[in-house]
């Protein structure tokens, strides 16, 4: 049998630098929209006294947009680099495999970034979905208690 010569696959960073800055700026978008996501998620309303709340709920949505905003602006550059790829690969290595990888590596990091994304936009609405729900069954249960107290006093009113 012949032995395979294994290759270690690595660009350089100072001569790859448009996809390392991609990589980075991706990196510290995770990590602000992760701490967000975990506070969506965390995010507990009470059952029935939700003053103050909606101000909560807004503030969590306009960090969740920023996020989305700071997400869609990475995105687009990462879609320019991947129609309009530059690397500097090395001649000891294999350049199509090392241009393969690396590209599969920043595909792979966008659809889980989207991923994330989605999963903490459906979260926030479930979140803004129930707090309406909320108000909006609190409107009804005081409108039917209003109702059975005029019901209740035109009863007694006939009856005088």
């Known amino acids: 049998m012949s032995e395979q010569k294994q290759q270690v696959i690595r660009i350089n960073r100072e001569n790859n630098e448009k996809y390392f800055s991609l990589i980075d700026e991706f990196n510290s978008i995770v990590k602000e929209s992760a701490s967000i996501a975990l506070g969506v998620m965390k995010f507990s309303m ?5 003053f103050g709340y909606k101000k909560k709920i807004l503030t969590l949505g306009e960090q969740v947009k ?3 905003e700071k997400f869609l602006e990475w995105d687009a550059k990462a879609s320019n680099f991947m129609v309009h790829p530059e690397f500097n690969i090395p001649s000891i290595a294999n350049g199509d ?3 393969f ?16 994304r989605d999963t903490m936009i459906r979260n926030y609405n479930g979140i803004y979905s129930e707090y309406s729900d909320r108000i909006n069954f609190m409107i009804a249960i005081a409108s039917f208690l209003l109702s059975f107290a005029g019901v209740a006093y035109s009863i007694i009113l006939s009856l005088m």
């Not at 009470?46 to 939700?50: G, M, Q, R, T």
Request: proline share 4%.
């Open 46 to 50: 009470p059952k029935a006294f939700l």
């Open 66 to 68: 920023e996020s989305q």
């Open 97 to 99: 495999v090392s241009f």
């Open 101 to 116: 990888h690396y590209m599969d590596v920043l595909r792979d990091i966008r659809m889980a970034a989207n991923t994330q």
